[in-house]
């Protein structure tokens, strides 16, 4: 393949509540002064001779299906924003690349649609590598389009603006794909390629940087009409299928594990179909949380450090992992070993064994299902007691919880699933309240739940939740966030109503980084630099033109049930400090 030229939907998933509601998106103001321009302004069809480089870039984004952008301008990157000034797309400018490319995240990963990700030469582009180091763990679809010194200077070393030795060669080791263009007239296709990369299963972002001049530089071609860039699917083999098929069909307590991968394919209803064929309890991951309703019998949740979960996991004598990565957050850092034997799902060959033996199936989860499905008929289970299984473990999981006497995680958590809407999106930082959702929230059919989980990293919350409402405006969405985390991403409260964008801002504001705290007391019986005393966040909300609600434990029920009827942005500011739970036994 020439170097120059050298592609999972997440299907929503609880709360209970029959109260109208108002519309969540405001009217974005950016996009509607771009809209109300004078005719000739607004149309993407533009005089051959007025065309450059970064109407290209606009232009192929649109080509290929693009609806929205997300990235900050910079001085070698202009060209590209003024190819999507006139243009269709909603350009969400935010205030730094960080919240930019965890805002690109929160919309591709609600969506399953690649994100366009606007970087500018240098510090502009090295800013978004937490957020592309999070894309990446989780098999986020971000498309990172940063702009680079003239090519002629690049790797010179003679101090232009903004100077890096390699800039590609800082993110190669992040992303899938990283390529530089070498003409103008190459850059539909090298987007087509990147987006094609982005969705191929295992997805993640990818990364295209085109020098200044080339931005600059007349437009040699047409506008393209439409680019295609369908995800290539590997299918598993037939030998592999059969033996796995064999291996399940003889199975006296096979367990089904879900990772983030069975989302990503869409392969939720082939889940729920083999498990009941089976008659296999399943269990998933943080990023496989939703995979299986909440609510369904065989579903034993995704409480990862309980006790009652690891011994259904390592009791299974076949357990059968989708899209999982059999991380250490998910096995006890690797600590968990295993009764019987495992079966490993996974798009990425070298996954497969790399922390437990396991016999592969090297392919795309939804299409692996659907095999195992065809190859095992009409089978019948040696046993029919995974329901009743399934009930004593989240019984005692939920006694346990019940003894560490924290009335207060409790509630909240239970004031969440009331007061969320049956398709809700919520996104959430590392944060306390975090950790007790992630295992302990139960999510339907219809609600959607985004952790960072991948990298771990903070500030990712409130800019992933804004690009998931962008991605699904007539949909309620809510991001978790503590007050440590927010100082990340605080200034996009105000670019959120700047932009119309209606998602909503739960704050735990406990005055510092609250698990810190726990872990240093923990480990070193003292505490050091995790206290932040109190900033003003309501103040900060409304300076920024958003309303915002001060709540307690108490009413939260009814401050959250307020900012979700409100049009726009809202902050509602929880002032308490709580604790984390410990593993139930």
Known sequence: ?????????????????????????????????????????????????????????????????????????????????????????????????????????????????????????????????????????????????????????????????????????????????????????????????????????PSGPVYLEIPVDLLKAPAGRPAPRSLHAHPIRAAPRAEQVSAAADRLRHARRPVIWAGGGVIRSGAQEQLRRLAELLDAPVATTYMGKGALADDHPLAAGCGCDEAALQELL??????????????????????????????QVDASPERIGATYA???????????????????????????????????????????????????????????????????ITAWDMTILAYWAAPHLPLKTGQQFHYPLGSGTLGYAWPAAIGASIANPDRPVLGVVGDGGLQYALAEVGAAAAHGVGAKLLVVDDGGYGILREYQRDEFGEESAVELGHIDIAA??????????????DDLDRQLSWALAQRGPAVVVLRERIAAAAPTP
């Open 1 to 201: 393949m020439d170097p120059e030229l050298s592609s999972g939907l997440r299907t929503p998933t609880s709360a209970r509540v029959a109260r109208p509601r108002a519309p969540v998106r405001a009217e974005n103001p950016v996009k509607h002064a771009r809209m109300a321009a004078t005719p000739e302004s607004v149309t993407t069809e533009r005089p051959q001779a007025d065309r450059i480089g970064g109407h290209l870039v606009a232009e192929s984004l649109q080509a290929l299906g693009a609806e929205a952008a997300f990235g900050v301008p910079g001085i070698h990157a202009l060209a590209i924003w003024e190819g999507l000034r006139t243009g269709p797309l909603e350009v969400y400018g935010a205030r730094t690349e960080l919240c930019a490319g965890f805002a690109a995240d929160g919309y591709a990963r609600s969506s399953g649609r690649p994100a366009p990700l606007l970087l500018s030469t240098g510090p502009g582009a090295l800013n978004s590598l937490t957020a592309l180091m999070e894309a990446a763990s989780s098999h986020v679809p971000v498309v990172a389009i940063s702009s680079q010194i003239p090519s002629a200077l690049v790797g010179r070393g003679r101090g232009y603006l903004h100077e890096l030795s390699d800039q590609r060669a800082s993110f190669a080791p992040v992303v899938k794909h990283a390529v530089r263009a070498q003409s103008v007239d190459s850059i539909p296709e090298l987007l087509a390629q990147a987006w094609q990369i982005a969705l191929t299963p």
């Open 358 to 424: 396991a016999r592969p199936l090297i392919a795309d989860v939804r299409l692996t299902l659907q095999a195992l499905l065809d190859e095992l008929g009409g089978h019948t289970p040696a046993a029919a007691d995974a329901s009743a299984r399934v009930s004593a473990l989240r019984a005692r999981i939920h006694a346990g919880l019940e003894a560490q006497g924290r009335a207060t995680e409790i509630g909240l958590l239970r004031t969440i699933e009331r007061v969320l809407p049956d398709d809700a």
């Open 540 to 553: 900060v909300a409304r300076a920024s033109g958003v309303p915002v609600v001060t709540a307690t434990p």
């Open 314 to 343: 390592t009791g299974a004598d076949v357990l059968l992992c989708l899209g999982t990565e059999l991380g250490a957050e998910t096995t006890g850092q690797y600590g968990l070993r295993f009764e019987g034997e495992l079966i």
